[in-house]
C-alpha cells in the first residue's frame, strides 16, 4: 500500500458492525436461515468493544500476498495477524470452509442472473434500475425488497459486505442477497477478508468490520508480558517487518 493510502487509514471513521432487529413475521424464517448457516456470531451483537486505534493500523498495515496463494496479512503491535477465509470462518464460530468454490462465487462467475433477482427479492411490479441510454441494470431500491429480503439485505449491509448508502443496492450487493435468500452456500470468510483488503488499498471509504478485526487481533497477540508492544505504528515498509522484531504467527 502506498503511503498516502496509510494516511488515509488514519484519517478514515470506523464504522461498527449492528445487530439484526426482527420484525414480526420474518423472525422464524429468518433465524431458521441464520442457525442454518451458522451465522449467530455475524448476526448478533458482539459484546466486545472495538479499539478503533489498533483497527486502523490493521488497515493501514493488510496486504494481501498471491504467490502461490492467495494471504492475507497484517502487522499490529509486533505481530503479524492473518485475516484469511478459514481464520475469519473460524472466528466467526466455524463458518463452513470451502477447497473448491462455494455456490456465491461460481455465481459470481456465471451469466449474471438479472431476472432471477428481480423475481426473488422485489415486489410486485418493482424492476432493476437501468440505464436510460444503454439499459443496462444499474441496481435496485431497498425499500422495493419483499420483506424477508430486506431483513437479509440489513445483515449483509452491516456485517457481510458493508454499503453506507443503504438506499439502493448494486449488483454485487444484489447478487450476494440472491445468494443469501435462495440458500446458496456462502463462504462468509472469503467475502469479508476480499473486502478488508479492498478497504485497505482505498483512499475512500470508511473501515468497516472494528469488531471482528478487533477479535482478530486479540485472537492472534502474544501477550508476552516480557516484551513491550510499544505504540500503534504505521509501517511503510511492512512487508520487511519481521526484521524489526516482528513475531511471525504460525
Not at 436461515?33 to 493488510?62: G, M, Q, T
Not at 425488497?145 to 452491516?158: F, R, T
Not at 502474544?222 to 505504540?231: L, R
Request: glycine share 4%; proline share 6%; with cysteine.
Amino acid at each position: 500500500m502506498s503511503r498516502s493510502n496509510k494516511r488515509a487509514s488514519k484519517k478514515k471513521s470506523c464504522v461498527e458492525e449492528n445487530a439484526i432487529v426482527l420484525k414480526d413475521g420474518v423472525r422464524e424464517i429468518v433465524m431458521q436461515e441464520v442457525f442454518r448457516r451458522k451465522w449467530p456470531l455475524l448476526c448478533f451483537k458482539s459484546p466486545h468493544v472495538p479499539d478503533e486505534i489498533l483497527v486502523k493500523e490493521f488497515y493501514a498495515n493488510a496486504w494481501r500476498q498471491d504467490d502461490p496463494n492467495p494471504t492475507f496479512m497484517s502487522y499490529s503491535r509486533g505481530d503479524y495477524i492473518k485475516y484469511d477465509s478459514h481464520t475469519i470462518n473460524a472466528l466467526l464460530g466455524g463458518l463452513d470452509n470451502f477447497e473448491s468454490k462455494d455456490e456465491y462465487t461460481l455465481m459470481k462467475d456465471a451469466p449474471y442472473p438479472e431476472a432471477e433477482i428481480e423475481k426473488e427479492l422485489l415486489m410486485d411490479d418493482c424492476h432493476w434500475v437501468r440505464d436510460a441510454e444503454t439499459g443496462h441494470a444499474l441496481h435496485i431500491k431497498y425499500d422495493q425488497l419483499k420483506p424477508v429480503p430486506q431483513v437479509w439485505a440489513d445483515i449483509m449491509l452491516s456485517n457481510i459486505l458493508p454499503k453506507s448508502k443503504c438506499t439502493e443496492l448494486n449488483k454485487e450487493h444484489a447478487l450476494l442477497l440472491y445468494a443469501i435468500c435462495t440458500g446458496k452456500s456462502i463462504d462468509v470468510g472469503a467475502v469479508i477478508a476480499a473486502e478488508i483488503h479492498r478497504m485497505a488499498q482505498s483512499t475512500e471509504g470508511d473501515l468497516p468490520y472494528p469488531v471482528l478485526i478487533t477479535r482478530l487481533l486479540e485472537s492472534q497477540r502474544d501477550d508476552d508480558e516480557d516484551e513491550d508492544p510499544g505504540p500503534a505504528t504505521i509501517y511503510p515498509g511492512v512487508h520487511n517487518a519481521r526484521s524489526r522484531g516482528a513475531r511471525r504467527r504460525n
